[in-house]
């Protein structure tokens, strides 16, 4: 959540859903869907954060944002 924070910061988190973990050898990852308030208008972003599984050290965090 920070670092969607961090990413848009004139918006507020007023939801999230964690939609699930994926693992795939020796990596996960962990799904979630934010739903986002701004000053203009709100919008859904999904977040994908890979990490390794064993260490759970984070490999990268995706951002994708949606109207629905």
């Known amino acids: 959540m920070a670092e969607t ?3 848009y910061p004139e918006a ?3 939801d999230y859903l964690h939609i699930g973990r994926e693992t795939k050898g020796e990596q996960s990852i ?5 739903w986002l308030r701004g000053p203009e208008r ?6 994908d954060i890979v ?3 064993e260490t759970e050290k984070v490999l990268s965090i995706t ?5 629905q």
Do not use: Q, Y
């Not at 951002?63 to 109207?67: G, L, N, P, S």
């Open 51 to 53: 990490f390794e599984t």
């Open 30 to 34: 962990e799904k979630f869907k934010l």
């Open 5 to 7: 924070k961090e990413k």
């Open 12 to 14: 507020d988190i007023v």
């Open 42 to 47: 709100e919008f859904g972003v999904f977040v």
């Open 63 to 67: 951002f994708r944002k949606t109207d």
